[in-house]
């Protein structure tokens, strides 16, 4: 718990103060704070995604969002995007923008992290061309939880999203609205040293992971084979 407090500090400053021109080593521990949130959720039997949610996983979405002044209210964020290929594979975790969060930031709570299970191959591919409302572009609905297995049904697997969220009072199946998420191929390129975007970045191989990315690869691979 200290070190994902410590890691989204850090992050935090990174977003807030160099978004235009972070240094890697700042998108290195964005992405660290990533995998940290997930590790968290899956740890925790109330926030926990249940293994059936996994198996239907085409993509992942980890979204770390906040209050990024305290006189203005800017709400601001970033987070990793990563979708499972034919062959089962999952791909590079890409970092994206996030913003204009509502849930979790009432009542003076300055952050809201949230882990989305993408159900369909369409939504990642909307990114390409332009930001995404989640919500509105992209229906989200609360994802059940491991405790909750009597609401597992059908229906509520049609959602292009299931969110999982640290809000109090959200219960599977409520519908989702929380902002929207846009590309960032600048912090990519110098994540990953290349000029590859989005698309070539999540779909092909043709870069090798380097050493940061691939405990957030190897647990994402673990938890959706």
Not at 6 to 23: C, E, I, T, V, Y
Not at 24 to 34: G, I, N, P, S
Not at 39 to 52: G, H, M, T, V
Not at 94 to 108: F, K, M, P, T
Request: glycine share 6%; net charge positive.
């Amino acid at each position: 718990m200290k070190k994902l407090l410590l890691l989204s500090l850090l992050a935090l400053f990174g977003a807030s103060f160099a978004r235009a021109d972070a240094s890697r080593a700042d998108l290195v521990t964005r992405l660290e704070t990533c995998e940290a949130i997930l590790r968290e959720f899956q740890q925790k039997p109330d926030l926990a995604i249940p293994a059936s949610v996994w198996q239907r996983a085409k993509g992942l979405l980890i979204v770390n969002q906040f209050k990024a002044g305290i006189l203005l209210g800017v709400q601001d964020g970033w987070g990793v995007l990563m979708v499972k290929k034919p062959d089962g594979r999952w791909s590079l975790p890409v970092l994206i923008n996030a913003g204009e969060a509502s849930i979790g930031l009432q009542l003076g709570a300055k952050s809201q992290e949230s882990v989305y299970i993408i159900t369909d191959e369409a939504t990642p591919r909307k990114l390409f061309a332009n930001r995404v409302n989640i919500g509105v572009d992209a229906k989200a609905v609360a994802g059940p939880k491991a405790a909750e297995s009597e609401r597992n049904n059908e229906e509520l697997y049609k959602a292009p999203l299931l969110a999982y969220t640290k809000s109090v009072g959200l219960f599977a199946g409520a519908t989702v609205k929380a902002g929207h998420i846009s590309r960032n191929d600048e912090a990519n390129f110098t994540l990953y040293n290349t000029r590859y975007t989005m698309p070539e970045l999540l779909y092909s191989d043709w870069v090798k992971p380097p050493a940061e990315v691939q405990p957030l690869m190897a647990f994402v691979q673990k938890l959706a084979p």
